[in-house]
């Protein structure tokens, strides 16, 4: 394969991972009990994989550490349980589970790994969850709280910040069509959800800031949304989902005002005047790319008969559907693998938001397949890292790229059936062994680290 063009100097080469996937420890440490664990125990993992263990990163952290050592890898983006730092997401702090990730920022940088922490990544206490979760806004109060003492106890050696994590997904894939915890079908009157997530955002950009944090980002997924036909309906489908996905959570965030005003009325409280404090300025924006989607009108079928994206279909109240990308190369997942789509998303946002826009960071781009010797994994990740280069190449100010993930992991409501590690993991002794692409990976990390 050949060699990939010369990213720009001091340009962040890293992988990530997030805490209910991978730490297990469910119970260790006076830990509380998360939405994702109760969604587990109800038997929502397709695969019954054993979340309580999931990939053991809790005990042998320090290895993996290692293997990112071993990458030659810049950075590491992981993410902090919010229950285990605050059990019942408000209240006392358990010191113990504050210990933990102590231990793991002083480890990353002992290798010579920056640690990049995400402080929301999808686990919401369970007493918060069960007092309505992020439909309630007291729960972005409570984030904020826990944010400021994470920072307190961290701030000195963290130089990467990620405040939350996809709340498209959140507030689509769990509150609005039950495919992801907390479970719930509220098709439209999930948009609080919407709303709660971006004003804790907002809110914990101030609380890191107070603690003398720096380098503060979020990390938005951003997909090219294509109509599926040149229709009129197509195009108006494709429209609206482009703004729930896409414009909803970044233009509050970026420019402070929403997209849609038939939309931003359905959103609950002072919404102008959390506008501003969503807008908090950041200094670096981060994006997570896995495909473009195709969406049409409701009723309509793509040309191979195949709907809907890695499984998800979408009820028939919802005024759009999802179809699979035909003539492409498809990773295990389903998920069409199309490079140029990176190029086409980030050349958008930087259209869209001009001097706006902050640098970006690639937070995960990554890829699902079987197997030790996984070449599809790394024509996936090199057509993308190519692509990435065109847009840098186009003026778009792009400064490192994360991709997901470091190891093997549960993927969600997959289980264990995905993988998306560059090292893969034996479920039954959690024993790591790097793959193909992990060796490749390496080798770009350190040809673009070469003068």
């Not at 709660?196 to 609380?207: D, F, K, R, S």
């Not at 869209?352 to 030790?372: A, M, W």
Request: proline share 6%.
């Amino acid at each position: 394969m050949p060699t990939l063009p010369k990213f720009p100097a001091g340009f962040l080469w890293g992988a990530s991972a997030a805490a209910f996937q991978t730490e297990g420890a469910a119970r260790a440490d006076g830990k509380g009990p998360s939405g994702w664990d109760a969604f587990a125990a109800r038997g929502r993992i397709k695969d019954g994989a054993d979340t309580d263990r999931a990939t053991g990163f809790y005990e042998r952290y320090a290895e993996d550490v290692g293997l990112l050592a071993g990458l030659g890898a810049d950075a590491f983006r992981f993410s902090i349980s919010w229950p285990r730092v605050v059990p019942d997401g408000r209240g006392p702090v358990n010191a113990a589970g504050l210990d933990f990730y102590d231990r793991l920022v002083d480890e990353l940088c002992a290798r010579g790994v920056a640690p990049a922490p995400t402080l929301y990544h999808w686990d919401t206490p369970l007493a918060l969850e069960d007092a309505g979760g992020w439909l309630n806004r007291d729960t972005a109060f409570r984030f904020a709280e826990y944010v400021g003492v994470v920072a307190e106890r961290l701030a000195d050696r963290v130089p990467m910040w990620i405040t939350i994590n996809e709340p498209a997904e959140v507030t689509l894939l769990g509150y609005a069509i039950d495919v992801h915890a907390p479970g719930k079908r509220l098709f439209f009157d999930a948009l609080p959800a919407a709303h709660h997530q971006l004003l804790a955002h907002g809110l914990a950009v101030g609380a890191l800031r107070a603690a003398g944090a720096g380098g503060i980002g979020v990390a938005l997924s951003h997909s090219q949304v294509l109509p599926a036909a040149d229709t009129e309906a197509d195009r108006a489908a494709a429209e609206l989902y482009d703004t729930l996905t896409n414009w909803m959570f970044s233009d509050p965030i970026l420019t402070g005002t929403h997209p849609d005003g038939a939309l931003a009325a359905r959103l609950p409280g002072p919404v102008a005047d959390d506008l501003a404090t969503i807008a908090a300025p950041l200094d670096w924006y981060g994006v997570n790319y896995y495909a473009p989607m195709l969406v049409g009108a409701p009723g309509t079928r793509s040309a191979n008969g195949r709907s809907g994206f890695g499984g998800v279909e979408v009820p028939a109240e919802l005024p759009f559907v999802l179809h699979d990308i035909d003539g492409v190369e498809h990773t295990a997942f389903g998920w069409p693998v199309v490079p140029d789509g990176l190029r086409n998303a980030l050349v958008g946002l930087a259209d869209r938001y001009g001097d706006r826009l902050p640098p970006i960071h690639i937070t995960e781009n990554g890829c699902s397949y079987e197997g030790l010797d996984d070449q599809r994994r790394i024509a996936y990740l090199d057509g993308h890292l190519r692509a990435l280069h065109r847009a840098i190449t186009e003026g778009v100010d792009v400064r490192g790229y994360f991709t997901w993930s470091l190891t093997d992991n549960i993927e969600w409501a997959e289980g264990t059936r995905q993988r998306f590690g560059l090292v893969h993991v034996d479920y039954d002794t959690l024993a790591r062994t790097p793959k193909a692409s992990y060796h490749w990976y390496r080798d770009v990390i350190a040809a673009q680290h070469a003068e």
